[in-house]
């Protein structure tokens, strides 16, 4: 599978070493920055467990910036709709695809391109698609990833929601503020770094809904002073506000 021109954007670093062009791995990334950035310690063992193996990475244009970014990954190919990725999959001859998603449709490429191993979780009805079905995982655009992490990185703290900008702080190592509302912070909360939660959970957190029938009343309890506070804690200093 190779990049389409102008795709390959990797930043300045020492060179890769050389893989073998037979077999390898192809691994699906999440649809989102931040499920990306907390996939990064899954290509690297991936990584360390076959370095002479090619390993490709078949993702949506705001995580294949990561990837790229990143250099773990032998080569990052953005995806192009579900039956060219297909065919380049299958061009490609890998021996084992990892999907990280939880959908259906992810399943489908590796299946499709009869990749002979196919390990995933066995969500959205797809088991019969995968070879080996695994415990689903911990793991949330159109910003520019890499120019957003520069940044976070300039940072004294981030404040920010639970959503990509928030993960890509805490991987550049910026401390974090995070408010939390429809979503767990048990479960996709910041690592890494220090941090601070702030949620109000009412009756019906974490609904997870898109949009919220009650007013966000979990998001409009969280007030500028505890936020202002809170970044105090986590700088050691009073926000320059």
């Known amino acids: 599978m190779e990049n389409p021109p102008g795709r390959e954007s990797r ?6 070493r050389a893989v073998s062009d037979r077999a390898g791995r192809l691994v699906v990334a999440p649809n989102w920055i931040g499920d990306a950035v907390l996939s990064l310690p899954v290509l690297r063992a991936l990584s360390r467990a076959a370095p002479e193996e090619r390993l490709v990475v078949l993702a949506r244009p705001g995580p294949a910036a990561i990837y790229r970014a990143e250099r773990t990954a032998s080569a990052v190919t953005t995806a192009s709709g579900l039956l060219r990725d ?25 299946f499709l391109a009869g990749i002979p191993e196919r390990i995933g979780y066995a969500t959205d009805g ?22 957003l992490a520069a940044l976070a990185a300039r940072a004294r703290v981030v404040v920010a929601n639970d959503s990509g900008p928030m993960h890509l702080a805490a991987a550049v190592g910026t401390p974090v503020v995070a408010l939390f509302g429809p979503t767990d912070p048990g479960r996709t909360g910041p ?10 959970y009412v009756f019906c957190s974490p609904c997870y809904l898109k949009e919220c029938p009650y007013g966000h009343e979990c998001m409009r309890e969280i007030g500028v002073e505890a936020v202002a ?10 926000p320059d506000f």
């Open 11 to 16: 930043l300045p670093g020492p060179k890769r």
């Open 86 to 110: 297909s065919l380049a999959a299958r061009q490609g001859g890998f021996s084992e695809a990892w999907l990280l998603p939880n959908s259906y449709r992810s399943a489908l490429v590796p």
């Open 126 to 147: 797809r088991r019969h698609l995968l070879t080996r079905a695994l415990a689903p995982p911990v793991l949330g655009a159109d910003l520019d990833p890499v120019g």
């Open 191 to 200: 690592t890494g770094v220090r941090f601070e939660i702030l949620d109000r």
């Open 229 to 238: 506070a809170a970044v105090e804690r986590v700088c050691g200093a009073p």
